[in-house]
């Protein structure tokens, strides 16, 4: 069955230091994979997607299909990143959409 | 536009109880969805419409009914309301054009039932 799973519930790291949140999925097709993030009392938003292979608020994300993966980065982490991040798959020609359980980055002054 | 708006925004229920929620949604997408988010446990895929007539179940659809009549427009139903079904409901919709994957999400509706 088609899963994502973020192991981190929480993730707290200082200013300035390097963020890496981790996803991996499970899917035996080609996967088209998101990440989205909501903010404080912000709706959720997307914030990359891998088959645009592009740089969002200095994040990046690269998939890694020998380890069925897609981990955000970025880094130097700045306050303002602090935010609930969801890793999600799309599949069924990306007409089905799922998520992770959600990792909630906390960035510490 | 104003993209994406669910009502209510709050709703408590008392058990056996029915409602629907509802979406729509004006920027003419031919793709929708329901999810439920549970503390913890990340967004869960309920329903979706790939278009007007057109729904399939996802992840969760126990309990749940929908229906699509319009483009716009994508109700949620609880027939007979339970506790486990106490959740915040976010509603999203996409172009479905190949190659444009984005969902743009709805407000949420918190619903306790009690």
Request: charged letters at 20%; proline letters at 5%; a positive charge.
């Amino acid at each position: 069955a088609q899963r994502v799973t973020q192991p981190e519930k929480l993730l707290s790291v200082f200013k300035g230091a390097p963020v890496e949140l981790k996803c991996n999925y499970s899917y035996s097709g080609s996967p088209e994979l998101f990440w989205y993030v909501q903010y404080s009392r912000q709706r959720l938003q997307l914030l990359l997607r891998h088959i645009s292979r592009e740089s969002i608020k200095g994040f990046t994300a690269d998939l890694n299909k020998g380890e069925t993966s897609f981990h955000l980065k970025k880094p130097f982490a700045q306050e303002e990143d602090s935010a609930m991040y969801y890793c999600a798959l799309g599949y069924s020609s990306a007409s089905k959409i799922i998520f992770g359980s959600g990792t909630r980055l906390s960035i510490r002054p | 536009n104003a993209g994406v708006t669910q009502t209510p925004k709050f709703r408590i229920l008392k058990i056996g109880q029915s409602m629907t929620l509802q979406c729509a949604q004006d920027m003419n997408h031919n793709y929708m969805y329901w999810y439920r988010q549970d503390p913890g446990m990340g967004l869960k895929l309920i329903y979706y419409s790939v278009g007007a007539g057109i729904t399939d179940k996802g992840e969760v659809p126990n309990g749940y009914n929908v229906s699509r009549s319009t483009t716009e427009d994508f109700p949620l139903r609880l027939e007979l309301a339970a506790p486990s079904q106490t959740s915040v409901y976010f509603c999203a919709s996409r172009t479905g054009t190949s190659g444009d994957y984005e969902q743009y999400f709805g407000p949420g509706t918190r619903l306790t039932v009690t």
